[in-house]
């Protein structure tokens, strides 16, 4: 009687625990397998507006993806600075926390220098040279670099912003000695501010939202920067001369987090390799045109004279910043610097 008494115990037992776990197979909410249907998130992070040319070309490349991969892959684009700005976007690619990002370039001098050579004056010819290096060996080696790689980030395209050019509210700027005296704008950078000592003119760092007050309230008197950004930010109400002297770049890179990447199917990542590459020639080609608009309505305001350099008074120009070659040259590496004149 005893021996059958324990059996029943423990029967019972046995009973209650089953109902408890409510038909468990033991695994926890984070242990279950993920569904082989579930599809791949792609979370894209950039900062400007969802109507600007990158907000555009990302939503496209979201729409691409989800084509190409029948929905297997999914881009999340979070525009205008809504998961990560400027100055932690890079850190949440590299922690995971976003799987892409498209930054300026000159957001990753912090891990490798020679992406300076976006900043080094009179570099590239015109936009068929500059087009030339995004898709040559050159670029490869920016892209692919150990230094990136070893923080967890791969290079995969390079999407257009345009050529700077000066502006500035107290005359014309045709000559190196026309910029002496004068304080420009600029974003952060040695080699920015070797350009304007260069020319005997003082810089500020000023963050391109205070731009324009900056340059209202006489902080600044001028400033550099594409024909869409001075448009766009209606600095031809603030400044009187434009010079289109394109003698530095605004560009963006497309990255994303290697670890991520290199675990991607075979099969769905050439497909969202094929999609970056529709939506990079469409950047490519708003780009062009939203600048050549920009043009156009900076010369209609009426408001600011537009300058255009002779060959001898850009070569004068250029001849001037030779000493940003001669600080900087070692830092781009005469490697980089002499294969992006090469596909000239």
Not at 296 to 308: A, P, T
Not at 327 to 340: A, H, K, N, Q
């Amino acid at each position: 009687m005893k021996k059958l008494l324990m059996i029943s115990i423990i029967g019972l037992i046995a009973l209650v625990a089953a109902a408890c776990s409510g038909g468990s197979t033991g695994e926890s909410d984070g242990e279950k397998p993920i569904k082989d249907d579930k599809p791949i998130i792609i979370k894209f992070s950039h900062v400007t507006s969802i109507d600007s040319v990158k907000g555009q070309a990302a939503n496209r490349f979201a729409e691409l993806v989800e084509e190409k991969t029948g929905g297997k892959a999914k881009v999340e684009v979070y525009p205008s600075s809504q998961l990560y700005g400027d100055n932690d976007e890079l850190d949440a690619l590299v922690s995971g926390n976003v799987q892409m990002i498209a930054p300026s370039v000159t957001k990753m001098v912090k891990l490798d220098p020679r992406w300076q050579y976006v900043d080094m004056p009179f570099l590239f010819e015109n936009q068929e040279h500059a087009q030339k290096f995004f898709v040559s060996d050159v670029a490869k080696t920016l892209l692919n670099s150990d230094k990136l790689a070893s923080n967890d980030i791969m290079g995969l395209v390079f999407w257009e912003n345009g050529f700077k050019h000066f502006t500035n509210n107290k005359h014309p700027l045709q000559k190196p000695e026309d910029f002496k005296g004068l304080k420009f704008r600029a974003q952060a950078g040695k080699v920015l501010e070797s350009q304007f000592q260069s020319l005997g003119a003082g810089s500020a760092t000023i963050s391109f939202g205070e731009t324009y007050a900056a340059l209202q309230q006489g902080t600044v008197d001028g400033q550099e920067n594409t024909y869409n950004n001075i448009d766009t930010q209606k600095y031809q109400e603030v400044q009187k001369y434009m010079t289109l002297s394109e003698h530095g770049r605004l560009d963006y890179g497309v990255f994303v987090n290697k670890p991520f990447w290199e675990k991607m199917p075979d099969d769905i990542r050439g497909q969202v390799e094929e999609a970056l590459k529709e939506a990079t020639e469409l950047e490519w080609k708003l780009a062009d045109e939203e600048n050549a608009k920009s043009l156009e309505n900076i010369k209609n305001s009426g408001k600011v004279e537009v300058l255009d350099l002779t060959d001898e008074e850009r070569a004068a120009i250029a001849e001037a910043l030779q000493p940003v070659y001669d600080e900087f040259g070692d830092t781009i590496t005469p490697e980089l610097i002499e294969g992006i004149r090469s596909l000239k």
